[in-house]
């Protein structure tokens, strides 16, 4: 029988009754050896039927001048289904699947992926790799899934990884990546990226242990990682990368501690403040906090005082959360 299952949380269409999965094997081939796949299910709510003319497996290649880690590949970079772990749950947005991926268990090679994918014929739309000339980067985002908005841009942050974009690569370690599908495939049309992505990454306090959470009325972002640091981001303009301090951030929040979670978004009543809540832990020992990040007034302007506080209103019991908050 098969081995591994589903890591990402799928995703159901309810206009044409529709779950979406995306399952990983270890099966057995002729001779014994193990061969690793993984594929993509479009199941019917109501039989459990495969539609669509699925499953599809799941394959992908990008272009890669320096034939990515330890030049494994000439000219250009594969998804490997055994080193590949969908951990950010399945996307769907306008009739388009999107699915990322990371690494199982730091095992090198690995890169961040993402996939689109159309919901009705299962047929690839574009691949993305967050790192092809190097490795890592992967989306984990605490098993969150990509953020998209109305327009369509898709929100993923990726994990410790080599960072060159500012100097003309393609790159993207410890960084929140503003995706476009266009013609031409999945386009970082802009990007952010902490000031001290090294340090993050050598430590590894990845920015993409937790996911990105859009805050549509405001038209802002909000992300976070082992880094201990929540960013508040304009989402037209996420502000790229600026040595020294994180000068396009509209705010930045230090907790202190390590933010392994997906959040969640309260939008207020009239007499509270909207609030953004996610779960932070200290490393290796437990103590779960449970922070909100509040609005204390509208903005106006980008240049008007900061709108967002930091409040610890709970502790939790010990351990680590990789979940939603309630």
Not at 53 to 81: K, N, T, W
Request: proline share 6%; aromatic share 10%.
């Amino acid at each position: 029988m098969p081995e591994l299952g589903i890591t990402a949380t799928p995703v159901i269409d309810r206009a044409s009754n529709t779950l979406y999965v995306l399952a990983r094997t270890k099966e057995a081939r002729d001779g014994g050896e193990a061969e690793y796949w993984q594929r993509l299910h479009a199941l019917d709510l109501a039989t459990g039927k495969e539609k669509f003319s699925g499953p599809v497996v799941i394959r992908a290649s990008v272009q890669s001048a320096s034939g990515g880690p330890f030049g494994l590949f000439h000219g250009s970079v594969d998804f490997l289904a055994l080193h590949e772990n969908p951990r950010a749950a399945i996307a769907l947005a306008n009739g388009t699947l999107y699915l990322s991926w990371a690494s199982s268990c730091d095992v090198p090679p690995y890169h961040g992926w993402v996939l689109a994918y159309n919901a009705h014929t299962l047929k690839q739309l574009a691949a993305f790799n967050t790192s092809p000339e190097t490795m890592e980067s992967g989306i984990w985002q605490s098993d969150t899934g990509p953020a998209v908005d109305e327009q369509g841009n898709v929100f993923v942050s990726t994990g410790n990884g080599v960072f060159k974009a500012d100097r003309g690569g393609r790159d993207y370690g410890d960084s929140l990546l503003k995706l476009h599908l266009s013609s031409s495939g999945l386009q970082v049309n802009d990007y952010f990226t902490p000031f001290n992505q090294a340090q993050l990454s050598q430590t590894d306090a990845d920015l993409g242990s937790g996911g990105p959470i859009l805050i549509a009325p405001e038209r802002l972002v909000v992300v976070g990682g082992k880094g201990g640091v929540i960013y508040v981001l304009d989402s037209d303009r996420l502000g790229k990368f600026h040595l020294g301090r994180d000068a396009n951030a509209l705010q930045s929040i230090p907790l202190g501690k390590e933010i392994k979670s997906a959040p969640a978004y309260w939008n207020g009543t009239s007499t509270t403040s909207p609030k953004v809540t996610l779960f932070a832990t200290t490393r290796y020992a437990g103590g779960i906090s449970n922070y909100c990040v509040s609005r204390k007034h509208k903005w106006r302007e980008r240049a008007q005082p900061l709108p967002y506080q930091q409040m610890a209103y709970r502790t939790e019991s010990s351990g680590s959360s990789r979940a939603a908050p309630r």
